[in-house]
């Protein structure tokens, strides 16, 4: 019912950096809290980041505090990562997602209550 598309995934050097895009087709977009989650080869998709509906609370796994950002822009219906001094172990396919009807600044950060799932963007990061 949702789509949702990732862009700007590509290789990068590690400690570079790169910025992933997540359009929403929804044109309510504001109501919806989103996620950043990742998937390397021979792994469980793991979770990255959240945002609420509003952008006003966020949350990150320990991995990527300090270096990765997310943020949106809901008057464009989309969600971004910022990932600044990437690491070889960052590397992985990006999945964004999206689940409606959260409080304000309720976060997200499991994979069974989102309800909507794009298809993934690749980071590599090389050494």
């Known amino acids: 019912q949702v789509q949702l598309v990732e862009s700007g995934g590509g290789l990068v050097q590690a400690g570079g950096s790169l910025r992933l895009s997540c359009a929403a087709s929804?044109?309510?977009?504001?109501?919806?809290?989103a996620g950043w989650f990742r998937q390397a080869p021979g792994k469980e998709r793991e979770f990255v980041a959240a945002?609420?509906?509003?952008?006003?609370?966020?949350y990150y796994t320990d991995s990527v505090k300090g270096r990765f950002t997310i943020s949106r822009d809901n008057a464009k219906n989309t969600v971004y990562l910022q990932m600044n001094s990437l690491k070889p172990e960052d590397t992985a396919v990006y999945y964004c997602?999206?689940?409606?009807?959260?409080?304000?600044?309720?976060?997200?950060?499991?994979?069974?209550?989102?309800?909507?799932w794009g298809q993934g963007t690749q980071v590599t990061v090389s050494s």
């Open positions: 997602a999206a689940d409606p009807d959260r409080p304000y600044f309720a976060v997200v950060i499991t994979i069974r209550e989102y309800d909507y």
């Open positions: 929804t044109r309510t977009f504001s109501t919806y809290a």
């Open positions: 945002i609420s509906r509003n952008g006003g609370s966020t």
